[in-house]
C-alpha cells in the first residue's frame, strides 16, 4: 500500500507540474498585483517584460524590431511612450496585405517617434511602431480593458 500511494502521489505531482508548466509557456494572464504602489528602476524600464497587471489596465515595456508587423485590438487600448529608437508609428487606416504577402497599414498618418512623447491608439485603431533599418524601438505600455 504504502509504494502504490507513494507512486500516486509522484504521479500527481508529475501532472501538477506539466499543467503549471504549459499554462506558462500559454502566457497566461500575469496575477493581478496587490501591492500598494510600484516603483521601477530605470534599469528595468529598459528592458523589455511586464511591468504588472492592475486589473482594469496593465504596464510593459516592449521592443520592435525591424519587420514587426502591424496590430489592432478589440479589446483594450494603448498608451504609449517611447524610451529609445528612432523611426516611426503609423496610426489609424486599415490593416491589408502588402505586394509582399506581409501585413501593412493602408490609409495610416506616418509620425517620427519622438522620445517621450505619449501617444493615445484606441481600441479598433489599426498601429504599427517602424524602427529604422537595423535597429529597434523600445516604448512603455499602458492598456487599458475594455469593461464587459
Given at each position: ?11 500527481c505531482?508529475?501532472l ?43 504596464a ?25 529608437g528612432e523611426?516611426?508609428?503609423?496610426l489609424?487606416?486599415?490593416?491589408v ?15 517620427k517617434?519622438?522620445?517621450g ?32
Amino acid at each position: 500500500m504504502p509504494v502504490n500511494f507513494l507512486r500516486r502521489l509522484f504521479l500527481c505531482s508529475v501532472l501538477v507540474a506539466s499543467v503549471v508548466s504549459l499554462s506558462a509557456q500559454r502566457g497566461t494572464p500575469q496575477p493581478v498585483s496587490t501591492d500598494p504602489y510600484n516603483i521601477w528602476p530605470a534599469k528595468q524600464l529598459s528592458t523589455p517584460g511586464r511591468l504588472g497587471n492592475f486589473g482594469h489596465y496593465s504596464a510593459s515595456i516592449q521592443r520592435r524590431e525591424v519587420g514587426a508587423a502591424p496590430e489592432t485590438h478589440t479589446n483594450f487600448s494603448h498608451f504609449l511612450m517611447f524610451t529609445s529608437g528612432e523611426g516611426n508609428v503609423i496610426l489609424g487606416g486599415q490593416i491589408v496585405d502588402g505586394p509582399d504577402g506581409k501585413k501593412m497599414i493602408k490609409g495610416g498618418d506616418t509620425h517620427k517617434i519622438v522620445l517621450g512623447e505619449m501617444y493615445h491608439i484606441p481600441i479598433n485603431t489599426a498601429h504599427q511602431v517602424v524602427p529604422n533599418a537595423g535597429s529597434s524601438v523600445t516604448y512603455w505600455v499602458t492598456n487599458i480593458n475594455v469593461l464587459k
